[in-house]
C-alpha cells in the first residue's frame, strides 16, 4: 500500500512542467476542461514500478497496487505528438497518468535532473 497523499509529495508540475503542461493542453482539447484544471494540483505520490522500459507511469494519489479501481472510474486516453498518454480517473480525480514508449521524463528540481 502507498502512504496517504501528504504535501511532501511533489507537485507533478514542479518535477515534470513539461509533461504537467502537455496534460492540460491535451485535456482542454479533448474537452476535459474540469479534469485540466485538476493537473495544477496533481502529486507525484508514487513511479508505477512495473519496471517495464518503456512505461513512466506514476501515482498521483494513493491506491493499492494490483487492485481495481472500482465503480467512477473511466480511462482518458490522450493523443500525444510522441508515445501514449492514458489516465485513470475516478470521480473526476486523476489517480494515475500511465506515461508509455517516450523519452524519458526529467525531474525539473534543481539538483535533479
Not at 511533489?10 to 518535477?15: A, G, I
Not at 491506491?63 to 489516465?87: E, I, K, N, W, Y
Not at 485513470?88 to 535533479?112: F, H, S, T
Request: hydrophobic share 40%; glycine share 8%; aromatic share 4%.
Amino acid at each position: 500500500m502507498t502512504a496517504p497523499e501528504h504535501p511532501s509529495h511533489p507537485l507533478v508540475r514542479e518535477v515534470f512542467p513539461e509533461l504537467a503542461a502537455e496534460l492540460v493542453d491535451l485535456l482542454e482539447q479533448e474537452g476535459e476542461r474540469e479534469l485540466a484544471a485538476t493537473v495544477r494540483s496533481l502529486r507525484l505520490v508514487a513511479a508505477c514500478g512495473c519496471d517495464d522500459d518503456f512505461c513512466q507511469g506514476f501515482r498521483t494519489a494513493p491506491h493499492p497496487v494490483g487492485q481495481p479501481f472500482g465503480p467512477g472510474h473511466r480511462c482518458v486516453t490522450l493523443s500525444p505528438a510522441d508515445g501514449m498518454l492514458v489516465l485513470d480517473v475516478v470521480d473526476g480525480r486523476i489517480m494515475y497518468v500511465e506515461v508509455l514508449d517516450r523519452e524519458p521524463l526529467r525531474d525539473a528540481r534543481p539538483g535533479r535532473g
